[in-house]
């Protein structure tokens, strides 16, 4: 099955600092790539997501791009608030999955402090 | 409906007695995925549905669980004799399936304590 892992597994800055959390899979097929973000207690909500014909996708301070020779997608998020603090999954979806099973990473848990 | 509708928000069952979830996909989506997520986060794929039938179980602890979709009802998630370890957040997703839209929106979860 598919192998998916975060990097870090936390992650802690400062208010206004950038933060990137990376994320390599196995499936060489996979080819839709989403970050989900979890605030405590709450549901997974979809911030971003890319597909393969793209490298990359930005929307406002949330960035993703995407190197599919080396199997990993990174999540960039600049001038982090407190609220950014959340738990981040990626969760790509390839082949070995009939490209319907989203296949959740670790995890990171970002901490902004004011 | 617009949203992923599960039921109930919190479940609390002693040890071997049975547990039943339910989700409402959003109306239209194909594709329903059933999660479950301990303390540390992970998130464990259960089940999936095309429809009514079962597209994907590889995740199903199939001694004591098993998961339904019927037409005009809502999906079901079944836990016969529960155990201490089955304690968790329980996730229903669901999504259209189509190869350009195949974004997952989630329901609020249901958590389920085992006593």
């Known amino acids: 099955g598919e192998n998916v892992e975060q990097h870090p597994s936390t992650l802690s800055v400062q208010e206004g600092d950038s933060a990137v959390i990376k994320c390599t899979y196995s499936d060489s097929a996979s080819n839709y790539f989403p970050w989900y973000k979890q605030e405590l207690g709450k549901r997974p909500q979809l911030i971003i997501d890319i597909r393969s014909n793209v490298g990359e996708k930005k929307d406002q301070r949330i960035a993703v791009t995407l190197n599919k020779t080396a199997k990993h997608f990174s999540l960039h998020i600049t001038e982090t608030q407190p609220e950014d603090s959340a738990v981040y999954f990626c969760a790509p979806r390839g082949r070995n999955t009939g490209f319907q099973k989203l296949v959740f990473g670790t995890g990171t848990r970002l901490l902004v402090s004011p | 409906g617009e949203e992923v509708a599960q039921t109930p928000k919190h479940l609390v069952r002693g040890e071997g007695q049975k547990a039943k979830l339910y989700c409402a996909p959003i109306?239209?989506?194909?594709?329903v995925f059933w999660y479950q997520q301990v303390l540390k986060n992970e998130f464990k794929f259960l089940i999936s549905?095309?429809?009514?039938?079962?597209?994907?179980e590889t995740g199903m602890p199939k001694e004591r669980f098993s998961a339904k979709c019927l037409p005009n009802s809502p999906c079901s998630l079944e836990i016969q004799a529960t155990k201490l370890e089955d304690s968790a957040v329980y996730f229903c997703?669901?999504?259209?399936?189509?190869?350009?839209?195949?974004?997952?929106?989630f329901g609020q979860g249901t958590r389920l304590t085992v006593v």
């Open positions: 997703a669901s999504s259209l399936g189509t190869a350009q839209n195949t974004e997952a929106f």
């Open positions: 549905f095309q429809n009514e039938n079962v597209f994907d």
């Open positions: 109306k239209g989506h194909s594709y």
